[in-house]
């Protein structure tokens, strides 16, 4: 299939799929017209990459990941960077958890200051 009808069937846009493939996430064929032509799993494998994007995972670990979760093949590697993905998730929020409550506390301050002006 061409890219325009893999970007169709995934909601994935063309320019995101091209620059897939230049991440070694999506590989494609050249026509000897130099159009991409994507194989019948390519489908499948952008729904893996988008499921790992949407969890937080950045795109420097995705290639290291998809053998695995692609295939159903069991990788302890793979699982020990998921927890690591979520560990890191875990810590940004807790941050900004944190944040907020300041933020909480400097608006409750400033509220206090229009009542008082």
Not at 92 to 116: F, I, M, N
Request: aromatic share 4%; charged share 25%.
């Amino acid at each position: 299939m061409r890219i325009g009808e893999l970007a169709r069937l995934t909601g994935v846009s063309p320019r995101s799929l091209r620059w897939y493939g230049e991440q070694s996430l999506l590989s494609a064929e050249r026509t000897s017209g130099g159009h991409r032509e994507y194989g019948d799993d390519a489908v499948e494998r952008v729904r893996a990459i988008q499921a790992l994007f949407a969890a937080g995972v950045p795109a420097r670990h995705v290639a290291g990941m998809l053998p695995c979760l692609y295939t159903g093949t069991t990788c302890p590697a793979t699982v020990e960077r998921l927890e690591q993905e979520r560990a890191r998730l875990q810590a940004q929020a807790a941050g900004l958890s944190a944040t907020l409550a300041r933020l909480d506390e400097v608006v409750e301050q400033a509220r206090a200051l229009l009542v008082t002006a």
